[in-house]
Every structure is written in C-alpha cells, then in structure tokens.
C-alpha cells in the first residue's frame, strides 16, 4: 500500500517526518516471525475499524498504521485525535489460541509490552494505568500519553490498537491532562524505532503468554503488569456500569485480569470494566 499524502505532503512538518514503510517491513517482516504484512496509510478514521473490517481476509500479524487518525477511538467510544505524524497509532490483527477467559489479558499485554519497549527505545519511564492507559510524568504530574483498545474481529481474530503521543506539543494538548513522550523528555522521539520496539516487544510478550495458554501467572505477565501498574496501591474510585461508584484501595491484578478494589471497612471486590479515578498518588 502506497501512501498519497494529497497537497500537504508527507514533509508539511519537518519536525515530524513520515515514517518509512520499507525500512519497518525489512525490519519486521521476518520468516517465521509474527508480523505478516505492514501497511502504512496517510489518514483514516480508525485503524481498529479499517483493520477489523478485513479481519476475514488477512492472516495473524497483520499491522496498520495511520500517519493521523481522525476518529480514532478509545474505550467507551472516547475520540483519539492528534496532529499528523505527532504520534503512533497502530493496529494489529492476532489469533490467539488461548481459553477465551484469557482474551481479557491482551490489552494489558499490550501495555506490558509497550511500557517495555519504549523504555528502551525512548528511554521514558512508563506506567500503566489499569485497564488501557499508558502514563508518563511531565513535569512532577502523572499524564496519559496513550491508550489501548482491544475488539473482537470475526470468530477468532482479535484486533488491539494502540494510541501514543509522541511529539505532542503543549499547546496541542487536547486536555491538560495529556501528555507525550517529548514533554516526557524522551531520549529518542524518531517514530521508526520507537515503532519497532513496541511491536517487537508485543511480539515476544505475546509469544510467552500463547505458550503458556494464555496463563497470565505461568507466563510472567500478571507479574510484569502488576510491576508497572500505576494503579496498585492508590486509592480509586471505580465508575462501573449501571452508574455505580466504588471508593478504595486498589490491591491486585486477579488471574483474570480485573482489578480488585478494597473499600473502607467493606469486602473486596474485583472490578472487571469501569472508568477509574486515581485519587491520591502512592505513598
């Protein structure tokens, strides 16, 4: 797939080149590896959407990318936009053979791998907001950068998307609450290689946790998430469905992935979908 950058051209931003398709396809298109195909697209609306919509024809290891994506989408619906080639936004089609219970754990596999491969790439110290946010710190304060969004796409595919600011600006900030790995001070803001360590972290989280039948425990991965996790050991206010509020500790990551809270003088409960609110910073 060719890009068409229209009249703006891929060079409008010099501080934000276009990624380079061919260099990314011989890095990570390799025999026996799991990505199968690479294609790169100027604009789009979603890439979940557009890669989801051609589930049926693709094989696992399908990835696309988007230069700007003008309807992205987070959880509940949430819009994801940003400047073009300011970021990193990303689909890629997996088949996992795993027990369907443990479908819950690939977005937060994708965090893992993520935080993993950005460090190295980036040198930015990442953390995990529970169930698909990925932080960082700009300026002493905890900003969201990032986030996953993981759909069902025909009977056995998987679509997981991913969403990172990488040279936001501070006066592109859509909310003052956002942040990117350039206001993070980020060692390496060049998109190509931050690309490529993210999907060749995902590739290898990816390939342990299949190995181990999607065990989060057998696998490591329930380990390394509740290392990076933001989330454990602050107090939240959970906003779950039916419009219903829990205030407590958060104090685990369960073997199915759902984030157990710890109220007041009440029972613990394990918190499988839901907005949450970081309350106070850790101790």
């Keep these: 797939m060719t890009p068409s950058y229209g009249s703006a051209g891929p060079w409008s931003d010099l501080e934000r080149p276009p990624l380079n398709a061919a260099s990314l396809r011989r890095a990570l298109l390799l025999p026996g590896g799991l990505w199968t195909s690479l294609d ?3 604009a789009t609306g979603s890439t979940n959407s557009d890669l989801a919509g051609r589930a ?8 696309l990318v988007a ?19 300011s970021g990193l936004f990303f689909s890629v089609l997996l088949k996992p053979d795993v027990p369907v219970a443990r479908l819950a754990w690939l977005p937060l596999l994708t965090g893992v791998a993520a935080a993993t491969g950005l460090a190295r790439a980036a ?6 907001k529970w169930p698909n946010d990925l932080m960082v710190k700009v ?7 990032g986030g996953i969004l993981a759909e069902r796409a025909g009977d056995d595919g998987i679509v997981v998307g991913l969403g990172l600011n990488v040279t936001l600006r501070k006066e592109e900030l859509p909310v003052p609450t956002a942040g990117s790995l350039l206001l993070a001070n980020a060692i390496s803001t060049d998109r190509d290689p931050l690309l490529r360590a993210v999907l ?16 989060p425990a057998a696998s490591g991965l329930q380990e390394a998430y509740a290392a990076g996790c933001a989330t454990l050991g602050r107090t939240v206010r959970a906003e779950l469905p039916g419009d219903r509020v829990l205030t407590g500790e958060a ?16 029972q613990r409960e394990a918190v499988g979908a839901g907005d949450i609110v970081h309350l106070r910073p850790v101790d």
Excluded: C, F, H, N
């Design 40 to 42: 790169i697209v100027p």
């Design 56 to 63: 049926a024809t693709l094989p696992e290891g399908a990835v």
């Design 67 to 85: 230069e700007e994506q003008t309807a992205g989408r987070g959880r509940l619906d949430r819009v994801w936009s940003a400047p073009a080639r």
């Design 123 to 128: 040198g930015v110290d990442m953390a995990l």
């Design 139 to 145: 300026e002493g304060e905890e900003r969201k950068a």
């Design 200 to 215: 060749r972290s995902l590739e290898q989280w990816y390939r342990r946790w299949t190995a181990a039948d999607g065990d």
């Design 251 to 266: 104090v685990a990551i369960d073997g199915d992935g759902r984030l157990v809270v710890a109220p007041p003088g009440g």
